[in-house]
C-alpha cells in the first residue's frame, strides 16, 4: 500500500522559514519523481517544486531562490525548505510521487497545511 506522509507545517509569520518532509512507504522511491504542489482555499492546486530521480529540480516562478527541494534515498523522504514566507503562500501543501513507464503511477498524500500570519 502506498503512502506519502506530510510533516512540517504550522503556523509562521512573514518571512519565517518552514522545512517540510514527505515520507514515502510501498514504492520504489529512488525511481519516483517527487514533488509538492499547494492548493490555497479557493484556488486550483499548483506545482512548487520537483526533484527527478535524477536529482533535476523544476520550481515555480514564484517560489525561486526561497525554497528548496531536495531527497534523500536511503530514507524514501522528500523535502521542501522554505524561506522568507509571504502570506500568500498560506495553503494546504501536498506531496506527490510520479513514475511515467510502462504504466503510469501517480501518488498523493493528505496534505500539511501552512499558515503564514503576523
Known sequence: QVQLVESGGG???PGGSLRLSCAAS???FR???MGWYRQAPGK???LVATITSDGDTNYADSVKARLTISRTNAKNTVYLQMNNLKPEET???YCNARYRGIKEYDCWGQGTKITVSS
Open 26 to 28: 510501498g514504492i520504489i
Open 91 to 93: 495553503a494546504g501543501y
Open 11 to 13: 503556523l509562521v509569520q
Open 44 to 46: 486550483q492546486r499548483e
Open 31 to 33: 525511481i519516483y519523481t
